[in-house]
């Protein structure tokens, strides 16, 4: 994934989407500095490192914000892939939040390694569990259909990085339900938030996105199960703000949360299938037994880290049933 300052001065790699001064703009440490033109707005809102933060603030904030956000990234890290400020308060104990419910061509993983195929076998706990990320991963960057052909934009507001028109991937207009995880439960555990539980694009994404022959009979059967989650306080299969490195936790309560008495799904963790744009968020599933996959591989944000997020998100052909950790550079 990395690209040197080399590799960036004077052309664009494949897969890759920047124009004019912003291939000098990245330098070598990896920071994306004063991106010029219309990527300038959304630079202020995206993931950066903490160093980032320092010198110049994102558009409509002060140095104030500049200073505290700066504090923050480099006591806990990369920003989460929501954007900044994005993140809800803690869950108080006892308390249940509100019912939520009411590419550009490129290199993508083969399809080389199938655990036995045993979806369908729930009386020997062979049930399927496919999470999702949601931004990159099941949208793109928004309004962008230029560099992104088979994504969608909706009349919803999207406040994930920098905010705009949320913008489905090629995976979330096509469907999940085009993929080998029509067959299997559903979740989702992000960083972000999306635009807020009670949003109108939060509705979209459960109501629409989130659908699959096995995941809307259970819907049918358990309502209650439309609702969103936060952290480590699992109480459905939708999380939202999930600290980056640490999802595999969240997906594992989302397991145990399908497999208790009264809803009695048996899923092993070999048998879910994490997918997500963001590079560092792949590899720790594998301290669980959960197999994960970093997707919008033909498509890399280069403004951000040199590409440790995706631009376009996914894509129907990359969602395998593939056992272990892949990152696009495998």
């Known amino acids: 994934d990395s690209v040197g300052t080399d590799a960036v001065r004077g052309a664009s790699p494949p897969g890759v989407f920047f124009e004019g001064d912003q291939a000098e703009d990245i330098q070598g440490d990896g920071r994306a500095e004063d991106i010029q033109g219309d990527s300038q707005a959304e630079a202020g809102g995206e993931s950066m490192a903490a160093d980032d933060f320092r010198g110049s603030s994102p558009i409509g904030f002060g140095n104030d914000w500049a200073e505290s956000e700066a504090s923050e990234a480099a006591a806990g890290g990369l920003a989460p892939e929501g954007g900044l400020g994005m993140n809800p308060p803690a869950v108080p104990a006892g308390y249940s939040w509100g019912n939520a419910s009411t590419g550009e061509d490129g290199a993508v993983p083969s399809d080389d390694t199938e655990p036995e195929d045993d979806t369908d076998d729930e009386s020997t706990c062979g049930a399927c569990l496919c999470v999702f990320d949601i931004d990159r991963t099941l949208t793109g960057v928004q309004g962008d259909t230029r560099h992104c052909p088979g994504n969608r934009v909706m009349p919803f507001y999207d406040a994930g990085y920098a905010g ?22 559903l979740g989702i555990t992000s960083a972000g938030a999306g635009s807020g539980a009670r949003s109108e694009w939060n509705h979209y994404i459960l109501d629409h996105i989130m659908t699959g022959e096995v995941q809307d009979a259970f819907v049918a059967q358990f309502p209650e199960a439309k609702t969103w989650s936060y952290g ?49 968020n792949i590899k720790p599933f594998e301290e669980k037994g959960i197999n994960s996959q ?19 998100g996914a894509r129907p052909e990359e969602i395998k049933r593939r056992a272990g950790n892949h990152l696009c550079a495998n």
């Open 232 to 280: 480590m306080d699992v109480r459905s299969p939708y999380v939202l703000s999930q600290p980056d490195t640490q999802k595999q936790h969240a997906v594992e309560l989302i397991r145990q949360w399908y497999g208790a008495n009264e809803r009695a799904v048996c899923i092993k963790p070999s048998n879910i299938y994490f997918f997500g744009d963001r590079t560092e």
């Open 294 to 312: 970093e997707i919008s591989c033909g498509s890399r944000d280069m403004r951000y880290r040199r590409g440790l997020i995706g631009r376009c």
């Open 164 to 185: 705009g028109k949320a913008t489905l991937s090629a995976l979330a207009s096509q469907g999940i339900s085009s993929t080998f995880c029509n067959k299997c439960y």
